[in-house]
């Protein structure tokens, strides 16, 4: 009489995603050389001609890897600017919006600016809405936070009236001056130049006589 085998017992059912954040989890250390190496393409080849393919090769990580992490060449590439911007804002708390704005002219005008990959990915931004919407979700939409929690600070403080009708225009206004000073005057706006500008023009109108 012959002892039948009992079949193997099935795998437990995996969570939804738990294979997929398995497979493409990377370290802080490789995830840095990834994003290096999509901005070295970029300033390269340009955001238009920037393929995955030319990630993966450079980089030496699967094509199916950055697909499922990134689902994309407007995910990645907003996320890589992210990631290798030369300054934050996430701390900039001074005590008072007169030194907020110093620091932020600070933090923005001593960053070495980087002419070629900046061109190429304005230049794509007009072109490309998926884009456009990965950079304001990755870069724009957190950083006009900090600018509205440094405002909503100087006005709990009473340093600025509630209603001030300048509040919605201060992120129009610094990138303002940083984008037109190259174009006006072929130079870059510095913190120094930033700094001037902020206390003639931005806080006479924000702060209360």
Not at 73 to 96: C, I, Q
Request: hydrophobic share 40%; with cysteine.
């Amino acid at each position: 009489m012959s002892v039948s085998t009992p079949p193997p017992a099935a795998p437990a059912p995996r969570q939804h995603g738990e294979g997929a954040a398995r497979r493409t989890r990377l370290s802080p250390e490789r995830e840095g050389e990834l994003y290096a190496a999509v901005l070295e393409l970029v300033r390269e080849v340009g955001y238009e001609s920037l393929t995955l393919d030319a990630v993966a090769t450079r980089s030496r990580c699967s094509k199916a890897t950055l697909y499922r992490r990134w689902h994309g060449k407007p995910r990645l590439v907003s996320a890589a600017l992210r990631h290798m911007r030369p300054f934050s804002l996430e701390d900039l708390d001074t005590g008072s919006l007169r030194g907020d704005v110093h620091e932020l002219a600070r933090r923005i005008g001593d960053t070495k600016k980087d002419i070629d990959l900046m061109r190429g990915i304005t230049h794509a931004v007009h072109k490309d809405a998926e884009l456009a919407e990965a950079m304001r979700t990755a870069l724009i939409e957190p950083e006009l936070e900090v600018m509205q929690a440094m405002l909503d600070r100087a006005v709990a403080r009473g340093e600025v009236d509630a209603d001030c009708p300048a509040i919605p225009f201060f992120p129009h206004a610094l990138s303002g001056a940083v984008f037109a000073r190259p174009m006006i005057e072929q130079r870059p706006a510095d913190a120094a130049y930033l700094t001037r500008y902020l206390d003639a023009v931005v806080l006479p109108a924000l702060l209360r006589n």
